[in-house]
């Protein structure tokens, strides 16, 4: 008998560490799909900040390394290696990223640049696209007002 009640006790406390642990990947699953960017912000002032921080967040951790702390990329950015590969750019709105539409830059991210002989490496089997969506909201949030301006009428041709 007391066999019995003792895995019913731990049958119970199991059930509970599990209910309590999908519980928590539903609050995350959701905290994510908040931050999908279907409509994009007029201007930075429109960003939500918990996007921004996401994005931060997910940008330090993974393309900091390359394109620097606070998206400043290499200061010889637009030279080419002796391999003929270019260098990181930066994404602060000083290089040329604020060129290319979003549909660009989130195939840039997803799919990597070493098909087209850059060095950048696919993430979108580690990033999902409200995640992708996020590091780029972070990297305009660096962006000086005019040229997310003019970012938004590259991204509506």
């Known amino acids: 008998m007391r066999i019995v009640k003792m895995k019913n006790i731990i049958f119970i406390i ?3 560490i ?3 642990s999908c519980s928590k990947q539903d ?3 959701s905290e994510i799909a908040e931050v999908t960017v279907t409509k994009l912000p007029a201007s930075q ?3 939500a ?3 921004v921080t996401l994005g931060g967040k997910l940008y330090t951790e993974n ?8 998206g400043e990329g290499n200061k010889d950015w637009r030279k080419r290696k ?3 590969k270019l260098l990181p750019p930066p994404l602060n709105g000083s290089g040329h990223t604020w060129h290319h539409p979003k549909a660009l830059l989130v195939s840039i991210i997803t799919n990597g640049t070493v098909v087209q002989g850059g060095e950048m490496p696919a993430w979108g089997d580690k990033l999902s696209p409200q995640e992708i969506d996020a590091v780029i909201l972070w990297a ?3 962006w000086p007002a005019e040229i997310y301006k003019s970012w938004l009428e590259v991204t509506k041709r």
């Open 49 to 51: 900040p918990a996007t």
């Open 18 to 20: 599990t209910l309590t």
């Open 45 to 47: 002032a429109e960003f």
């Open 82 to 84: 002796p391999d003929g």
């Open 14 to 16: 199991i059930m509970g």
């Open 140 to 142: 305009q949030s660096k």
């Open 63 to 70: 393309c900091a390394k390359c394109h620097g702390t606070n």
């Open 27 to 29: 609050e995350a699953k």
